[in-house]
């Protein structure tokens, strides 16, 4: 079964979620991750003009984007986004918005969903961010998947970490390194993502 990671990232922090959460599917047996990204919106002129954006974008410069078919074939899917204003990133969001054809034909219903999101600062929408995009989620079908208090990093992490889904606290410069609590709550997500996604092929 395959478990699409779908994610969009300006500095590689969500990429480097994406492949925590891609570790933790392949711990699965019967589990494959597929990492995929999505159109960028930011202009090309201000992304050369930034140095943190080039190397962001060169750090991912391997990665496909997402098609309509890696969603169809998906058994399960995790979607990764920086936060903007407490809420999904533009880039993301856009991708959602192209669903419409699956939505009509029901193709994601009953598809386990995750997500996971980054931010600048504590409190700059680990929380808020997860939440609303589960609202798109649930209008496709999806059923969502959180990370329960059964992984104990979840009572004793300082940054990052929720139970709506993993998080990371990246700093207001974008560069603080994926701590080992963040980093055991991605791979906790990618692994029940797809025991889930198992158990429910099984059952239809």
């Not at 974008?57 to 074939?73: A, C, G, H, N, Y």
Request: include cysteine; hydrophobic fraction near 40%; charged fraction near 20%.
């Amino acid at each position: 079964m395959k478990v699409l990671i779908v994610y969009y990232s300006t500095f590689g922090n969500v990429y480097k979620m994406a492949n925590l959460v891609a570790e933790g599917v392949s711990q699965v047996k019967g589990a494959e991750p597929v990492i995929r990204t999505v159109p960028e919106l930011i202009p090309q002129a201000v992304i050369d003009s930034r140095e943190d954006m080039k190397a962001g974008k060169q750090m991912q410069k391997s990665i496909p984007l997402v098609t309509s078919e890696d969603f169809r074939q998906a058994g399960a899917i995790a979607f990764g986004t920086p936060t903007r204003f407490g809420n999904v990133s533009a880039q993301l969001k856009n991708q959602i918005d192209q669903l419409t054809s699956l939505w009509l034909a029901g193709e994601l219903e009953g598809k386990p969903a995750g997500v996971f999101v980054s931010t600048g600062s504590l409190h700059g929408g680990q929380e808020t961010t997860p939440l609303t995009m589960m609202a798109p989620l649930l209008h496709l079908g999806m059923i969502i998947v959180g990370v329960p208090y059964s992984v104990k990093e979840l009572f004793t992490t300082q940054a990052g970490g929720t139970p709506y889904g993993p998080s990371h606290l990246a700093g207001s410069d974008s560069k603080r390194d994926i701590d080992s609590q963040e980093a055991t709550v991605c791979r906790a997500l990618g692994r029940r993502l797809a025991e889930v996604g198992l158990l429910l092929q099984k059952k239809s």
